[in-house]
């Protein structure tokens, strides 16, 4: 494929965001502004997560992408302070609801409350209405409660006994999730997993990195001085921008048949909403290079990280990893 046939419109090469119609909103912003506020974001996380530039890169991605991450790794790697980090850098609300067994799902959504004075029955927003929500250890909680995500991250609304009321934009959900002491936890279901657009793992710090993280927290924890360097109207500006980022027939064809590859060589394979997330990732991911249409080379840099955790492999000895690398070697860029 060609740089030529990369810009190629073919139709409509933008991915619309569920839901939204007409005209953006939001006024997009210029593509090197879009890609200059990305960078800001990554370099003020910096500021308090060492090391880790990929994976704030790949929040702020998913972020801009309409997608929700999901942060596994053993505790103590710096998922919450990271999901912290990047929500104080954007100058939104932020909610933070730590996952319990004994969490209900009106704990995460609200609740109608009788009011006495008024006699009726008023409603009490959740921690969900927020522009970031940190789900921290979410799988500590019962399906039960972790479903009252569900219709919240893929319709971005909430409905309580029959009223359905709309979230605020922007709206991410970043969650974090133990994979250690499984005897103590419960799996996310499919549908749930698959509403994340991407999911991460952070890993130990080298000897180095992890001096410097000492040497930063010594006294006062950095992210007590951290302050936002945009606002969630700018964001939804640079969102747009993403949105416009052309996306040819022949990438289009190319995600579909990387889709296809893990149907047929799964148990699970990849859903088509797992394939819109990596349209749209890797919208952005042409937008970080400031460029103004998507590439095969954008589409292999988000595959491992938005399609692997959607995979159930046919055998014990695989991993979602594995295929997504085999889709890569074997599905031909035409």
């Known amino acids: 494929m060609t740089a030529e046939d990369a810009r190629s419109d073919g139709g409509d ?12 909103a939001f006024e997009p912003l210029p593509i090197d502004r879009a890609a200059a506020l990305i960078d800001d974001v990554v370099d003020n996380v910096e500021r308090v997560i060492v090391g880790k530039r990929d994976a704030i890169e790949h929040i702020v991605v998913a972020t801009l992408a309409r997608g929700h991450v999901l942060l596994e790794d053993v505790p103590g790697t710096g998922k919450t302070m990271l999901a912290r980090a990047v929500a104080t ?3 939104a609300s932020f909610r933070r609801v730590q996952f319990t067994p004994d969490l209900l799902p ?3 959504t609200g609740v109608n409350v009788f009011n006495q004075k008024t006699g009726e029955f008023e409603f009490q927003p959740g921690p969900v209405f927020a522009n970031v929500v940190l789900a921290d250890e979410i799988n500590r909680a ?5 479903s009252a995500l569900l219709e ?3 319709e971005r609304q909430v409905t309580v006994d029959g009223d359905t009321r709309a979230l605020p934009e922007p709206f991410a959900v970043i969650a974090t999730q133990n994979d250690v002491e499984t005897g103590r936890t419960y799996e996310l279901p499919m549908a749930e997993i ?3 657009a991407k999911k991460l793992r952070l890993g130990y710090p080298d000897s180095e990195q992890e001096t410097e993280i000492i040497g930063r927290t010594a006294g006062h924890h950095p992210i007590e001085e951290l302050t936002p360097v945009t606002d969630g109207e ?3 500006r640079a969102r747009e921008t993403a949105g416009e980022i052309r996306l040819g027939e022949p990438v289009r064809n190319y995600i579909s048949r990387l889709a296809e590859y893990t149907r047929n060589h799964a148990q699970l394979g990849v859903s088509p909403r797992g394939s819109i997330a990596l349209a749209r990732t890797s919208q952005v991911r042409a937008l970080l290079d400031g460029r103004e249409y998507v590439t095969p080379d954008d589409v292999q840099a988000e595959a491992p990280t938005v399609l692997a955790h959607r995979i159930r492999p046919r055998t014990g000895s695989e991993s979602g990893d594995d295929v997504v690398s085999a889709a890569l070697s074997n599905v031909a860029v035409e």
């Open 13 to 24: 090469t933008t991915v619309e965001a569920a839901g939204e119609t007409g005209g953006p």
């Open 89 to 91: 850098s954007v100058d």
């Open 106 to 108: 009106s704990d995460v």
């Open 142 to 146: 019962p399906p039960k409660t972790q």
């Open 152 to 154: 919240a991250m893929e």
């Open 194 to 196: 698959d509403r994340f």
């Open 234 to 236: 700018t964001l939804r």
